[in-house]
Each structure stands twice: as structure tokens, then as C-alpha cells.
């Protein structure tokens, strides 16, 4: 997936991660950049920035997805790459004061679900598109603190894993993006009032920026990479679950249990 000339959607481009997501597509060439996100205001700053276009939807809505990518059609042709971006944490864990889990399913998992439903058959009918979701390391390991994140997470990779199953023999690329500690304010608030799972998500490498984590995009979907991981350690980690559950586990606790 070369990104030069390509028409690309960016859910939760209007901050973070998406932002830097949009300006890097613009910058590598990208035809139009289509930046969305629920603040029409802080979207449409992105898309000056990227002479594209800002779109306000809730991507939690089926029908509201759907006509982000009708539109989209009929101004465009096609849609190329649909970066499904958009997350939320919770910070909770089995109480829940509010609507954390549905909420954090809504937005982390079916989200990406909404957005495949809608632009996959388009992309079928020409043979050719791509799908990047972005996930978590929390998809591939866990998110001390955060049980609806880390569930939620773990729901984006599997369902990243399932298209790419289904659909990569017609055509349809897939990338899951699965960074560990990035310098939004998703990580940086709650490691500010000192919140056990974020230092231990700042304990276990380094914290880099959005624009970094974009230019690791960028490679991983030259190289059509299915796992685009940001910190190349959380591979090393999720071997190391893999290999040896009970170890991996007893050094998580040890690692929740630094001062």
C-alpha cells in the first residue's frame, strides 16, 4: 500500500495518533485525506493543515459510517485506505460507575466493525483496498487498570486477524496498529496523576510520539505488514505470553506492583 495518490479516511483524526496519521499521508502524496472525527471543529484544523476534507461523525453510529462512506464515493470514486483510529480508555476495572465497557466496546471494537461493514464492498467489487485498525500493544498483552481497554483491544486484533483470514485472497489488505506508550493524552493524563497502569505502560519502554508512531505506519503498509508495532519489543512480549503464559503473567504482577 503506497499511500501516493490514494483517497484516505482517518477516524479520531483530529488529535493524537490520527492527526499525525493524516498529516503523514498528506505529506507521503495521498490524494485526499479525509480527517473525522465527533468535533467538526478540530477536524476541520487537521484538513486545512492537509488541504483535505473534515467530516463529523460518530463512529459509533452504523448509519452515520455509512454515509461517511457514501459520500465519500460519490465525491471521490473510491475509498483506498479507511484507517479506522478512533479509542477510548476507561481507567475501571470490574466497577464500572457508568457505561465504561459498552462504551469502550462501542468505540475500541465495533468501530472497526461499522467501518468494514460499510467500505469492504466497495473495495470488493474493484478487488483491490486496505483496511489499518488501530488496536494496542493492550490487544496483543494486557492494559494494567484498564480492564474494558485491554478486553476491548484484544476485540480489535481479533477481529483484524478475522478480515485478514477472510478477505486478504480478494484483494483487501490488512494492518492492525498496535503501539505500547504513546505521548497523547490517552497515556500522558493518567500517568500525570500517577495511575499504576500507565507507569507500568511507561515502565516497560520508551513513551514516543504520534509522528513516530505515524512513519512506523507508513513502512508497515509499504511492506503490507499485518502487525505494525510502533515498539518492536511488544513482539518480544507477546512471544513471551505466547511461550509461557504463567511467567508472562507473574511478571506483569511483578511489574503492577512497582512503587
Known amino acids: 500500500m503506497n499511500v501516493a495518490g490514494r483517497n484516505v479516511v482517518v477516524t479520531g483524526g483530529a488529535s493524537g495518533i490520527g492527526a499525525a496519521l493524516a498529516r503523514r499521508f498528506a505529506h507521503a502524496g495521498a490524494r485526499r485525506v479525509i480527517v473525522v472525527d465527533r468535533d467538526l471543529g478540530a477536524a476541520q484544523a487537521v484538513a486545512d493543515e492537509v488541504d483535505g476534507v473534515a467530516e463529523a461523525v460518530d463512529v459509533t453510529d452504523p448509519a452515520a459510517v455509512n454515509g461517511l462512506v457514501e459520500r465519500t464515493i460519490a465525491r471521490d470514486e473510491q475509498i483506498d485506505l479507511f484507517c479506522s483510529n478512533a479509542g477510548i480508555a476507561t481507567g475501571v476495572g470490574l466497577d464500572d460507575p457508568g457505561d465504561a465497557w459498552h462504551r469502550a466496546f462501542e468505540v475500541n471494537t465495533m468501530a472497526h466493525v461499522y467501518a468494514a461493514r460499510a467500505v469492504l464492498p466497495g473495495m470488493l467489487e474493484r478487488g483491490t483496498g486496505y483496511l489499518l485498525q488501530t488496536a494496542s500493544a493492550a490487544g496483543l498483552l494486557t492494559s494494567p487498570a484498564d480492564a474494558p481497554y485491554a478486553v476491548s483491544k484484544h476485540g480489535a486484533v481479533a ?37 499504576p497502569g500507565a507507569q507500568a ?59
Open 201 to 259: 505502560v511507561a515502565a516497560s519502554g520508551e513513551i514516543i510520539t504520534p509522528e513516530q508512531v505515524a512513519e512506523t505506519v507508513l513502512t508497515g503498509l509499504a511492506e503490507e505488514r499485518f502487525l505494525i508495532l510502533p515498539h518492536p519489543q511488544v513482539g518480544t512480549f507477546w512471544a513471551q505470553k505466547a511461550s509461557d503464559p504463567d511467567r508472562w503473567l507473574a511478571g506483569m504482577r511483578r511489574l503492577l506492583d512497582r512503587p
Open 159 to 195: 477481529f483484524a486477524e478475522w478480515l485478514a483470514v477472510t478477505y486478504g485472497g480478494r484483494g483487501i489488505g490488512v494492518s492492525v496498529l498496535c503501539p505500547m506508550g504513546v505521548a497523547t493524552p490517552l497515556l500522558m493524563d493518567p500517568l500525570a496523576a500517577g495511575e
